[in-house]
């Protein structure tokens, strides 16, 4: 029998590995489990399966240089956080955000400064 842990899940199509990294450790840092899964398909869609499938209903698709969080109550295309081509720093606070967000903690900024939402 296979049992899953209460995860964050990232759909992952042809991802840039730094960015994936970085993603990784805002979650890491947060103290919260993820899982990064291969996968092929649009952004939007990747981030929607994700926050579906994720019993945590936090979810992250990112398809190459493009990175979308999602939150299972919220219909595809309506993500949270969009970034393209991003700093690495804010691939970190996008992940760091994927898991305040089932905190409900106050989110990273994700653009400007680091001043939180």
Request: hydrophobic share 40%; aromatic share 6%.
């Amino acid at each position: 029998m296979v049992i899953s842990r209460p995860s964050i899940l990232i759909y992952a199509d042809n991802a840039d590995e730094d960015y994936l990294r970085e993603l990784c450790a805002g979650i890491e840092e947060e103290g919260v489990l993820y899982q990064v899964i291969p996968a092929q398909g649009e952004l939007d869609t990747l981030a929607h399966r994700a926050a579906e499938e994720s019993m945590l209903g936090s979810g992250i698709g990112i398809s190459g240089c493009r990175i979308a969080m999602q939150m299972r109550p919220l219909p595809e295309g309506r993500n949270v956080f969009e970034l393209n081509q991003p700093r690495f720093w804010q691939c970190r606070a996008l992940g760091a955000n994927s898991a305040r967000a089932i905190k409900k903690m106050p989110f990273k900024a994700v653009t400007g400064g680091d001043e939180q939402l």
